[in-house]
Nanobody, 119 residues
Framework: QVQLVESGGGSVQDGGSLRLSCAAS????????MGWYRQAPGKQRELVAS???????NYADSAKGRFAISRDNAKNMMYLQMNSLEPEDTAVYYC?????????????WGQGTQVTVSS
C-alpha cells in the first residue's frame, strides 16, 4: 500500500556530496518510521539512518557527523544529505518505510539507487 521512488544517486569524487530523495505515496499515514539502508558487495546490509514521525533520528556510527536525514511531510518526501563522502560509502542505497503490523513491523522498500564514490 506504500510506494517508494528514489532518486539522487550517482558518482562523485572522494569528499563530495550527494542528496538522495525518496518520494512516498499510497497509505502513507500508516507509516511510523522511514529511513535508508545500504549494501555494498561483500558486506552485510546496514541501516544508515532513520527518522520517526516524531522527528527522532538514528544514524549508523559511520554516518554520524557526515549524513543528515530529513523529511517534508507536506510533500511526502524524505531526504538523505550525504557530505564528505568516502569510497567506503559506495553501495546500493534503499529507501524504506515501516508500519506497525500484528506482532512485527512491516517494511516497504524502494528500488535502490547506486552511489559510487571514487578516490
Amino acid at each position: 500500500q506504500v510506494q517508494l521512488v528514489e532518486s539522487g544517486g550517482g558518482s562523485v569524487q572522494d569528499g563530495g556530496s550527494l542528496r538522495l530523495s525518496c518520494a512516498a505515496s499510497g497509505n502513507i499515514l500508516s507509516v511510523n518510521v522511514m529511513g535508508w539502508y545500504r549494501q555494498a558487495p561483500g558486506k552485510q546490509r546496514e541501516l544508515v539512518a532513520s527518522i520517526t514521525t516524531t522527528g527522532t533520528t538514528n544514524y549508523a556510527d559511520s554516518a554520524k557527523g557526515r549524513f543528515a536525514i530529513s523529511r517534508d511531510n507536506a510533500k511526502n518526501m524524505m531526504y538523505l544529505q550525504m557530505n564528505s563522502l568516502e569510497p567506503e560509502d559506495t553501495a546500493v542505497y534503499y529507501c524504506y518505510a515501516q508500519r506497525p503490523a500484528a506482532f512485527y513491523n512491516y517494511k516497504y522498500w524502494g528500488q535502490g539507487t547506486q552511489v559510487t564514490v571514487s578516490s
